[in-house]
């Protein structure tokens, strides 16, 4: 593996033969890091496979925090760089690919989105919307990601973690809640998205997450993906069956 730093600032790590395979870019969801990837990069030996973490998480906590979703769109294209990439994107990952795909379609040859959220559209259901407009808010962004990571992870993972490691997760919080912001109106029209895609979800996902990517797929005529069995967080717990979804949106791909 390599890394490769951005105009930006935005570190990358680059594992993969150089040539001769598609080219992918993996982006991570809200309050979550690129590492989290890791098990799915190991299924992916023979593919160029990039990684980043956006603007306010992990290696990319110090860097100026972004103004608008536009800026990790322009994070992702500094990313892609000059050679077009299949990008397949985690959650709210999600609306970062499908802009910049919007912004520049030569540079995306396909995309693969994984359960996307869309609060925004009317089938989306009042409860978890409520969920993230208390969220969005950001009155304590700190003690809103130490809930979430203990949520995710369990409260004894967050106590072994060292001091340092827990305030650099309290830090993660301002991206967190600013990215959920942005999903309270709508951020794009799908409308103006003109690359090939697939809509990945797993069986056991919440079921307003299936609802959202089968009525995404049906809206854009783009296939779904299903991993059996497999929840939200499939890259993490099912990383053979997102992988097997990444090389399902490299199958959508232009030539090139």
Known sequence: ??????????????????????????????????????????????????????????????????????????????????????????????????????????SVRALGLWEPPVPWMDFWPPEPRRSLEAIASGEDPGKIAERIYVAVSGRDAWNRLSEEAREERRREGVAFCADLATELEAPYDWADLDVPCVIGHGSRSWPYSQEASHHIAVLIGQPEFVIEGAPHVAHVSDPEGFADFVRAAVGRSAPG
């Open 1 to 106: 593996m390599k890394e490769v730093r951005t105009p930006g600032g935005i570190v990358a790590t680059v594992s993969g033969p150089a040539e001769g395979t598609a080219a992918v870019v993996l982006v991570h969801g809200a309050a979550d890091r690129s590492t989290s990837f890791g098990a799915v990069r190991a299924n992916l030996a023979d593919v160029r496979v990039t990684t980043y973490d956006r603007r306010g998480y992990g290696d990319s906590v110090g860097l100026d925090p972004a103004a608008s979703l536009s800026d990790h769109a322009r994070d992702l294209l500094e990313v892609i760089g000059a050679r077009p990439s299949v990008v397949v994107a985690h959650s709210f990952g999600s609306h970062v690919a499908v802009l910049a795909a919007i912004a520049s379609p030569g």
